[in-house]
């Protein structure tokens, strides 16, 4: 049996981050530098004792993307740069963006970092991870009267 996580208020948290926060200081090309949120969904398999992480990073490489390992924290991050040229009534228009990411996934205990692997094609990251086993059940220790 697998699981599937999802992130039901992404598109909510988008739009209220977007209309209320506000923007950066402006970078030296002249445009607005601000905060992405990546979709990422979680995908558990049980049959084969791992999880997916999958995270969405349309136009980005493998060389505009990190992965860090602290503390049992996988943290993804980069940073994005569009920009487009066209002439529109006889001017030329250049726009140009650029947004820094990153997300956090709190990793299970005893996973080790040679266990993770990552690959990225079409601006798909997928992380993938061992799960680890049930935990251990409480032990009761009994409380003497004398060491």
């Known amino acids: 049996m697998s699981v599937y996580h999802y992130e039901p208020f992404y598109n909510f948290d988008r739009f209220f981050t977007e209309v209320f926060s506000r923007l950066g200081d402006s970078n030296a090309e002249g445009s607005v530098v601000k905060s992405v949120k990546p ?3 979680l995908h558990e398999n049980a049959e084969k004792n ?3 992480a999958t995270f969405e990073l349309p136009g980005l490489t493998k060389d505009g993307v990190q992965i860090d390992l ?3 924290r996988l943290t993804v991050s980069g940073e994005t740069k569009t920009s487009e040229e066209r002439e529109e009534r006889g001017y030329a228009v250049r726009e140009r963006s650029s947004g820094k ?3 956090t996934l709190q990793l299970p205990a005893g996973v080790k ?3 993770i692997k990552a690959s990225m094609e079409n601006g798909v990251l997928t992380v993938t991870f061992p799960k680890t086993g049930k935990e251990a ?3 009761k220790i009994a409380i003497s009267s004398r060491l």
């Open 70 to 72: 602290h503390d049992n």
């Open 39 to 41: 979709r990422m969904d």
């Open 113 to 115: 970092e040679e266990e």
């Open 101 to 103: 990411f990153f997300r």
């Open 50 to 52: 791992v999880v997916t």
């Open 137 to 139: 059940e409480r032990k």
